[in-house]
Nanobody, 117 residues
């Protein structure tokens, strides 16, 4: 069984910063890709950023230059540093992990990020 524990969401004013963390754990668990998705009310869940074990990153155009994804392979933890937050960044942010081999997707419970104008 795989557990994803997210932290770091909250309420911030526009222009502020937040840092999300997601730690993955489980019995023999090798991770291929770690990432963050978000879902705003009435909208589909969308990819924010992802990072492979080797450090290759992918980022949505809407957050480029403001958000940075990183990971600590030794701790199976992924981080999302969010700077210059905008009201349109308001959403529930979900951690996503894809395992090596079977490429199974695992999801965190979600953490709310609210940016006030």
């Amino acid at each position: 069984q795989v557990q994803l524990v997210e932290s770091g969401g909250g309420v911030v004013q526009a222009g502020g910063s937040l840092r999300l963390s997601c730690a993955a754990s489980g019995s023999y668990f090798s991770i291929f890709v770690m990432g963050w998705y978000r879902q705003a009310p009435g909208k589909q869940r969308e990819l924010v950023a992802s990072i492979t074990r080797g450090g290759n990153t992918n980022c949505a155009d809407s957050v480029k230059g403001r958000f940075t994804i990183s990971r600590d392979n030794a701790k199976n933890t992924v981080y999302l540093q969010m700077n210059n937050l905008k009201p349109e960044d308001t959403a529930v942010y979900y951690c996503n992990v894809v395992s090596s081999g079977s490429f199974t997707n695992y999801w965190g419970q979600g953490t709310q990020v609210t940016v006030s104008s």
